[in-house]
């Protein structure tokens, strides 16, 4: 009887342990449906309701910012950052902090990124980024063994890599693809074969450090150019040697490798048509078509999405964004002038100036990229590119700072260019030192994370926030030079009539032109472009009358490939007395301003503004947003 009691009272138990299990499975959601974890900046967690018809919904958050909710977003959609600086800046001394003020190690730093809702990086790999001394060129100096760094640490961080190779031994862009140094002298065979060797062999040492590599970038905005080669079929035999290459080694690790184009300008029309029917042509095998995306260069979201989703539908590829920034400060933090300032004319004012206005770029671009079929993800461009040391130019010891920033680039190759890289790129003998993009990063210059960053988690459950705009104004004004439309008292100042008859253009090389709805406009629709291949000189310049009074002239110059004494100058005749001043290109979309002031007219008549170029073969750029303008009071 005793022995009956003891198995009742086992079987009882058992039955009120299988009852708690149950009730326990069905009340408590699965990994996958819940938010659990989610922390936002002041501690509230994403919580989720049941809808009526028993699924979960996702409640917004709370926050400092406000981010809509993008509806539908895949879990494997990339939320990609760009971040090959890190390692450089880290060697620098430069400090990273978690959102509770803790500084972070290297590994802390990426943890913190995928705590923040990303899931993939990008890092560019260059051949040979130093000198034959062994000095690096800078930029990161990002050659393959940081590639291997900094990809560890983010596969340990649970993300995803995506390798970026230039195929070059520095910066590669729209304007600049030369070849790496050891293979100018290649023919394109010779090039395709050592491409596919390199990239081999860098994915095989990348893939045995246990780097998590997901995609392959075959070149970096490629238009029209890769690697020295600009004929299409010499660029289809090279993209397809770098594809080739990936494609061999994903198949003997078994592991996927997507394989990956990247172009830039997608406001120009047909130019991404154009390029997708050139390689589908050729016949080249590749899985994603890339697009660069600045707002304040690459013309609207809603171009973007169509341009994008017509390769998507013609040509069944998958599409994403490699490259998109927006700046929260006009602010210097470095001494190192900036790519976007309070200067910067004909950028995209849909978005303030701000974190928020981040926050709301961000969500822009990467709810577009979804709402496109095979839409697979967006990727921010060196959102931790902040000062070594924080510049400023008030402060007493702003010229030592400076000092110590400049030798620290140097030395440690975090700069976006170091002085010996002029050897290899023409812009870096005139154009060096250190971030110009460090007000668009998404840390502040001490390296205190700004709530945009975790734009990448909030697009997944939204926010609570109200939307506050606290933001800088874009502003038309710089040394107390009027800029706006309503004070310019010159005609045409940005050659927007297409015959440029207000302009008397004197060119017998043949070297300009107006260029209208092309790559290189500052504002507008048009630029005055430049280029020869041989030298070449010319004087564009206009006569007004005016009024007695002071006035300035100004206007933006953006090229490269001048040699070292080549002229770009503002001229100002002013009867007997001739005016000047000097301007210089440092690279493409680079727009730095040239300004004539203290233009004084004792009475009423005529003066002749101007520009003046003498340059060497090679050298290309473009003039765009003159101005004329009476001082006034407190000017």
């Known amino acids: 009887m005793e022995q009956k009691k003891l198995w009742l009272g086992i079987g009882i138990l058992l039955a009120i342990v299988v009852v708690i299990v149950v009730v326990i499975a069905v009340v408590r959601p699965t990994k996958e449906d819940s938010t659990e974890g989610m922390s936002t900046s002041d501690g509230a967690e994403s919580t989720s309701d049941m809808s009526s018809d028993g699924e979960d919904t996702i409640m917004p958050v709370d926050a400092g910012i406000y981010v809509e909710r993008v509806d539908d977003l895949s879990e494997d959609f990339i939320n990609g950052v760009d971040i090959s600086s890190y390692l450089a800046l880290s ?12 500084e972070l190690d290297d590994q802390g730093f990426f943890d913190l990124l995928a705590d923040c809702g990303i899931n993939y990086v990008r890092i560019r790999v260059w051949n040979d980024p130093y000198d034959e001394s062994g000095n690096g060129y800078g930029g ?21 890599v995506m390798i970026d190779f230039h195929y070059s031994d520095f910066w590669a862009d729209p304007a600049k693809q030369r070849a790496p140094k050891a293979w100018e002298n290649y023919s394109v065979e010779e090039k395709a074969a050592a491409l596919e060797a390199f990239t081999r062999e860098s994915l095989l040492t990348l893939l045995d450090a246990d780097v998590n590599v997901g995609m392959v970038q075959i070149g970096n905005e490629t238009n029209g150019k890769v690697c020295g080669e600009s004929d299409w079929n010499n660029m289809n035999l090279l993209f397809g040697a770098g594809g080739g290459a990936v494609r061999s080694v994903a198949e003997e690790r078994d592991q996927e490798i997507l394989v990956v184009l990247h172009f830039a300008d997608p406001e120009t029309e047909g130019r991404y048509a154009d390029y997708a029917a050139k390689l589908a042509a050729g016949n080249v095998d590749y899985d994603i078509f890339a697009s660069s ?23 069944d590829k998958k599409v994403m964004v490699a490259e998109t920034a927006w700046n929260y400060t006009y602010a210097d933090g470095d001494g190192q002038s900036n ?25 822009t671009v990467i709810d577009a990229v979804a709402g496109i079929e095979n839409g697979i993800g967006v990727f921010y461009w060196e959102p931790a590119w902040i000062p070594v040391q924080v510049y400023d130019p008030e402060a007493d010891n702003s010229a030592q700072i400076l000092a110590q920033n400049q030798e620290i680039w140097e030395r440690e190759g975090s700069g976006w260019a170091n002085a010996c890289a002029g050897e290899y790129d023409a812009e870096a003998k005139e154009w060096y030192g250190g971030s110009a993009v460090d007000n668009q990063a998404l840390f502040d210059f001490t390296g205190h994370p700004l709530e945009s960053l975790k734009t990448f988690r909030y697009v997944r459950t939204g926010t609570n926030a109200a939307y506050v705009d606290n933001g800088e104004k874009p502003a038309l004004t710089q040394e107390g030079t009027v800029v706006s439309d309503a004070d310019n008292l010159l005609p045409d100042p940005g050659f927007e009539e297409s015959d440029g008859s207000m302009w008397i253009i004197s060119d017998e090389t043949g070297s300009t032109d107006i260029e209208v709805n092309g790559t290189n406009n ?25 009024e007695a009074g002071t006035y300035t002239f100004g206007g933006f110059l953006q090229g490269g490939d001048a040699g070292r004494d080549d002229v770009f100058e503002l001229y100002v005749i002013n009867g007997e007395e001739t005016l000047t001043a000097e301007g210089g290109v440092t690279g493409w979309q680079n727009w730095s301003e040239t300004v004539v002031d203290g233009i004084v007219l004792k009475e009423s008549g005529e003066i002749t503004v101007g520009i003046r170029v003498e340059a060497t073969a090679g050298a290309w750029g473009a003039w765009d947003d003159f101005y004329l303008c009476r001082q006034v009071a407190g000017d």
Request: a negative charge; glycine letters at 10%.
């Open 91 to 102: 060697n620098s001394g430069v400090k990273f902090y978690d959102f509770e003020g803790n």
């Open 140 to 160: 990161g100096n990002n050659d393959l063994a940081t590639a291997v760094q900094l990809g560890q640490w983010a596969t340990s961080a649970g993300m995803k």
């Open 293 to 315: 995306y600045y707002p304040y260069w690459h013309g609207s979201i809603d171009n973007l999405q169509s341009v994008l989703g017509q390769i998507a539908s013609t040509y």
């Open 339 to 363: 790519t976007i300032g309070a200067d910067t004319r004909g950028i995209d004012r849909e978005y303030d100036v701000s974190v928020q206005g981040q926050a709301m770029e961000i969500r």
């Open 522 to 546: 500052r504002s507008g629709s048009a630029c005055l472009h430049f280029w020869n291949d041989k030298d070449f000189s010319y004087t564009v310049e206009q006569t007004i009358s005016l």
